[in-house]
């Protein structure tokens, strides 16, 4: 999925957060979006993802414009787009299947959402396929809360990448994970992104993981784009001036 977003602005209670924010992110296309705390990246991602909508500006995904749907549209849109989030959003009493079925959720009738939450789990094949990737599949039929934070986030993930989207954004997804661990995600996800040509775009603090994974890196700072450019362009001087003396607090 394409996305496009064209000066766009959002504030809360007066305060502008991002700023006249303009970018292209072509199909199949990966992005690392990195900056210091409070720069913005996850107020664009939930922008993205249409949870929240610009004072200003305009977002298309895949050449349709989507500020200003109406919660119906929007709605259908966001089947689309699956997000991680940093703190996972699971439901901690459901078993893991569950949760992972419920990143379809939006896309299955009611009925069929219903069956499978209290009935019997449907499509557990590919439950399974998506925790094997995420290597957390022993962990099928264990309620969610008994897991460590890292194993919910595999589950998260799992869930996002059973969904199908065309665009996976992540905020920062491999925080609670350990470095083995993250690295082996974040293969996943690009790997998942190449072999299915899908947009991904990715928050991330470790520098290291965002260069070595990312051909593309765009950098926010105090709501504007500081820099984005191919990640063979992103020298040490730039990001010292990202994360440098002015750093704003968290
Ligand atoms: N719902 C909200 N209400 C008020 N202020 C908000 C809200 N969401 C975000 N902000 C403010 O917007 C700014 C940017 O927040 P955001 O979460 O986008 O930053 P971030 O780059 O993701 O930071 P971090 O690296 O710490 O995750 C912060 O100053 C934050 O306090
Ligand atoms: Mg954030």
């Not at 209670?13 to 900056?35: D, F, M, N, P």
């Not at 089947?79 to 078993?95: C, D, E, M, W």
């Not at 789990?121 to 934070?149: A, H």
């Amino acid at each position: 999925m394409e996305v496009s977003v064209n000066n766009l602005q959002k504030g809360f209670g007066g305060e502008a957060v991002i700023k006249a924010v303009s970018l292209t992110v072509k199909e199949g296309e990966r992005v690392a979006v990195i900056g210091p705390n409070g720069s913005g990246k996850t107020t664009l991602l939930r922008l993205l993802n249409l949870m929240i909508f610009p004072d200003q500006g305009s977002i298309e995904l895949a050449g349709k414009k989507v500020t200003g749907l109406g919660v119906r549209e929007a709605r259908t849109v966001r089947r689309g787009i699956a997000t991680v989030y940093q703190s996972h959003n699971l439901i901690p009493r459901f078993k893991v299947i569950n949760n992972v079925l419920s990143g379809k959720l939006g896309s299955w009738s009611t009925s069929k959402a219903l069956f499978s939450l209290l009935i019997k789990p449907l499509e557990e094949v590919g439950v399974r396929e998506v925790l094997e990737m995420t290597g957390i599949e022993d962990k099928i039929y264990w309620r969610t809360d008994r897991l460590s934070g890292g194993q919910q986030q595999r589950v998260a993930i799992a869930r996002a990448l059973f969904q199908d989207p065309n665009l996976l954004l992540a905020d920062e997804p491999f925080a609670s994970l350990d470095p083995r661990s993250g690295e082996k995600l974040i293969e996943i996800l690009v790997g998942w992104s190449k072999q299915k040509n899908k947009t991904l775009i990715v928050t991330l603090h470790h520098l290291e993981f965002a260069l070595a994974n990312f051909p593309r890196i765009i950098a926010l700072k105090n709501g504007t784009i500081f820099f984005d450019l191919p990640t063979g362009q992103v020298t040490p001087e730039r990001l010292q001036q990202l994360y440098g003396d002015d750093h704003q607090g968290a």
